[in-house]
């Protein structure tokens, strides 16, 4: 008697890939898809409009940031503000008031 063969066929499952859009700057995401699955490769690249920190949830400082999938995922982008010193030389004003500072004080 042969041999009958039969195949089997799997559909992978698409991964669920959530990227939360912090306010202060925004994340792109390549390859741009829409269906992920497990293995595939993402690379996430922050746009801060201050200073990246990490991505979370679990403080990854890497940026870009080089993923592959395995699971469905939730990451955001964390941006610190900038400390700017400002060299001062005279009184200057900021929202109205009046701040005085010594030449290379922080303010």
């Known amino acids: 008697m042969p041999i009958k063969r039969r195949g089997a066929h799997f559909q992978k499952k698409a991964l669920k890939l959530k990227i939360s859009m912090p306010e202060n700057g925004t994340v792109e995401i ?11 490769t993402v690379f996430l690249i922050a746009k801060p409009q201050h200073i990246f ?51 290379g004080e922080r303010l």
């Open 53 to 103: 920190s990490c991505w979370q949830p679990n403080d990854v400082f890497e940026h870009p940031l080089d993923l592959t999938l395995k699971k469905d995922m939730d990451i955001t982008a964390v941006f610190e503000l900038e400390d700017k010193q400002i060299p001062v030389s005279e009184p200057i004003t900021l929202e109205s008031k009046e701040v005085y500072a010594s030449v």
């Open 30 to 40: 390549l390859p741009e898809k829409a269906e992920r699955h497990c293995g595939d």
